[in-house]
């Protein structure tokens, strides 16, 4: 049995009936983790003592023969813009590089408590800015399907470690599409639940209206199996939705025969790659065949999405951004003779380039005498963009479009030009600025062999819908 590549059903069950052992496992994922890794560059930190003491603490369930948690025993990775307890966790940046939170994600809470054993840390674009995960402090991560390409971003390590089987499952963020686009890239599944389905408490925050807290598998079920675990009200997030939490795994099993599928000429446009056109159209063909109508729906705001994103996220981030000063945790400069030497020196050596861009858009945007013509007209415009969704859905039950332009790119190909890495974002950001979910699921292969991803998009807390057709389209593909 290849203990890294099982899926968390298969590795459950294997450790229930004895086949193997939680800790053989986690030794098993940490042995991969060692041979691979230095090649890929997905973990950031390890944590190994809390992974092995959650391990025996399975061990002992499955001895006693009692039945074990739903994700009992299986290795997990987390972004590292997830807080840790004890173990270092950095949002890929300089300025938090020897931070070592002393409380619990709810997210990875909730994991733990469902019998997560949580191997590390996973390597991201700082502060989760980012499209490619160049923008990390630390190091890039190499696409374990090509290492020459990125493996998307910003939660690239995520997307890596399933792809290499160095976790079962990982969990990652998205703001703008950095679980969607980097699953795409690695040809795995991920998926951004609906804003407040997921506590984002101990979420190191980007762009706090847009940010959402969601799971990476090589299956569909195996993503809603996270889900499922993770969702729900939680008091520590008002922002969290006190929306009753359904069985996921148990839904898929739902045909999706008779659905309404939706799909929007605004996402079939100029710039998509033509394998990536031809690998949707044939998806959209198969679902057709499982028995859903196709219909055609219209999102005419499109073209202002990236505007009104990197407005609203640099906004946003900037604000967020003002914590980190060099006095209560993180980096500090050691050179400055005085208070506001001080806080200009941390934030200069501890912010990467792509962060200081933004704080300066952002800072720009929320500017006296600006505030008018950029913020406050871009949520006008998310108004509208959320409205084009709301229409939309009142006549389909779901809308699929491709997940990203173009397949992975070669790294360093776009890091001098912020405005192509922007772009790359095109059909990802709609689902933030609206707030509602959306899936990426492998969907076929370019001539190189890379990875295409089919995005399916769904109403508000209908993440059971998106996952069912996804779920389908999988296992008949
Ligand atoms: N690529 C987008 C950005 O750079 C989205 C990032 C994200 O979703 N965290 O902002």
């Not at 020459?148 to 390590?157: H, L, M």
């Not at 703008?176 to 925050?205: E, H, N, W």
């Not at 001080?342 to 720009?364: A, H, N, S």
């Amino acid at each position: 049995m290849d203990l890294n590549s099982l899926t968390i059903d298969a590795a459950r069950s294997a450790m229930q009936d004895r086949k193997t052992t939680a800790v053989d496992l986690a030794e098993a994922f940490y042995a991969k983790i060692e041979k691979d890794d230095p090649q890929i560059g997905a973990y950031l930190t390890l944590s190994k003592d809390r992974a092995f003491s959650k391990a025996a603490e399975i061990d002992a369930l499955a001895a006693k023969g009692e039945k074990l948690p739903p994700l009992g025993g299986v290795p997990v990775g987390i972004k590292d813009v997830l807080v840790t307890r004890g173990v270092r966790t950095t949002a890929g940046s300089k300025i938090l590089g020897n931070y070592v939170p002393p409380y619990d994600c709810t997210a990875v809470a909730r994991m733990e408590a469902a019998g997560a054993v949580v191997l590390g840390k996973l390597n991201c674009d700082e502060f989760a800015m980012g499209s490619s995960n160049e923008n990390s402090a630390w190091k890039p991560v190499h696409n374990p399907r090509d290492l020459s390409r990125v493996p998307g971003g910003s939660s690239g390590g995520s997307a890596a470690a399933v792809a290499a089987d160095t976790a079962v499952v990982t969990l990652g963020s998205d703001t703008g599409g950095s679980i969607r686009q980097p699953a795409s890239f690695c040809g795995v599944v991920g998926l951004k639940p609906t804003y407040g389905r997921v506590s984002r408490y101990g979420l190191i925050a980007f762009a706090s209206s847009l940010d959402h807290i969601g799971p990476f598998g090589k299956t569909v079920k195996d993503t809603a199996t996270v889900l499922r675990t993770i969702a729900g009200r939680d008091p520590m997030d008002s922002t969290s939705a006190e929306v009753p939490v359904p069985d996921y795994v148990a839904e898929l099993e739902k045909p999706v025969r008779g659905l309404k599928i939706g799909v929007a000429k605004e996402y079939l446009g100029e710039g998509l790659d033509p394998e990536v056109r031809k690998s949707v159209e044939a998806a959209i063909q198969k679902i057709a065949s499982l028995g859903c109508e196709i219909v055609e729906v219209s999102l005419p705001n499109s073209e202002y999405a990236i505007p009104t994103y990197y407005i609203i996220a640099t906004g946003e981030a900037s604000s967020n951004l003002a914590r980190f000063d060099g006095v209560r945790y993180g980096y500090r400069a050691a050179d400055a003779r005085n208070l506001s030497q001080m806080y200009r020196r941390t934030r200069d050596q501890g912010f990467g380039p792509e962060v200081k861009r933004r704080i300066m858009l952002g800072t720009y945007a929320l500017s006296a005498g600006y505030y008018d013509a950029y913020y406050l007209k871009a949520q006008k415009v998310r108004a509208l963009l959320t409205h084009d969704f709301d229409e939309a859905f009142k006549k389909v039950d779901a809308i699929v479009t491709p997940t990203s332009p173009t397949a992975a790119f070669k790294l360093g190909d776009k890091v001098d030009d912020p405005l192509a890495m922007y772009l790359a974002d095109i059909y990802t950001v709609t689902a933030n600025i609206a707030g509602i979910p959306g899936i990426s699921v492998p969907c076929g292969e370019t001539k190189e062999k890379l990875p295409i991803g089919l995005q399916i998009l769904g109403k508000h807390f209908d993440e059971a819908t998106i996952l069912r057709v996804a779920h389908e389209y999988e296992s008949r593909r």
